[in-house]
């Protein structure tokens, strides 16, 4: 029997408990290394379904040399009552508002984007970047403003589409005035972006 098999096979027979407590350490700790054993570098979250009460989403992380593997890990997965399963992070229906934990890991950082805008580029060697101004995250580090960013980035546009659209990002301050004329409001972006894809 494969890894990914046996995996989905464990994954059931926990999928009910989970779905009762999702907070339960010794499961979520099992589902961490379980993951992991599929693919180093492989990321998860679990959270409200869009169709169901429950989802597992086993996530590339950003890394587009992982989107296959993880599609071909979700392919594999059961059919549940309570769960539904994708292999990237989905959009979410926020207010642009999210918290993560700081680089040394201490603390809990707290992020409101609401007035955050955006400039998509595109660079003459076909490199699609994005630059988000968020001038109220300047005293954090460039590790974790990258952090916030793709928070931001993949709450918005989902993380399939975050890895169609966009190439490299930054988290800026300032935004330099040949930029700065054509900032959009962030709550502009994922329409703009699936513009770029489409």
Do not use: C
Not at 4 to 22: E, K, M, R, V, Y
Not at 167 to 176: G, S, Y
Request: proline content about 5%; cysteine-free; glycine content about 6%.
């Amino acid at each position: 029997m494969s890894r990914i098999n046996i995996f989905w096979d464990w994954f059931g027979t926990i999928a009910d408990s989970l779905a009762a407590d999702p907070h339960d350490s010794s499961l979520l700790s099992e589902l961490d290394r379980r993951v992991l054993s599929l693919a180093p570098g492989l990321s998860w979250e679990i959270g409200p379904g869009l169709s169901k009460p429950w989802q597992l989403v086993i996530s590339p992380d950003l890394n587009r040399d992982l989107r296959e593997t993880a599609k071909s890990i979700v392919a594999r997965a059961p059919s549940l009552d309570q769960w539904e399963f994708h292999p990237a992070r989905q959009p979410k229906e926020w207010e642009y508002k999210f918290e993560f934990t700081d680089e040394t890991g201490a603390e809990r950082l707290m992020v409101d984007a609401t007035n955050w805008r955006f400039v998509l580029l595109r660079h003459q060697s076909g490199i699609r970047e994005m630059l988000l101004l968020a001038s109220e995250l300047s005293a954090l580090s460039d590790v974790e403003r990258w952090q916030a960013g793709a928070i931001l980035l993949e709450g918005i546009l989902g993380e399939d589409v975050f890895l169609d659209a966009v190439d490299e990002f930054e988290v800026v301050n300032e935004l330099e005035p040949r930029f700065a004329a054509h900032a959009r409001s962030i709550r502009d972006l994922r329409a703009a972006a699936i513009g770029k894809v489409g």
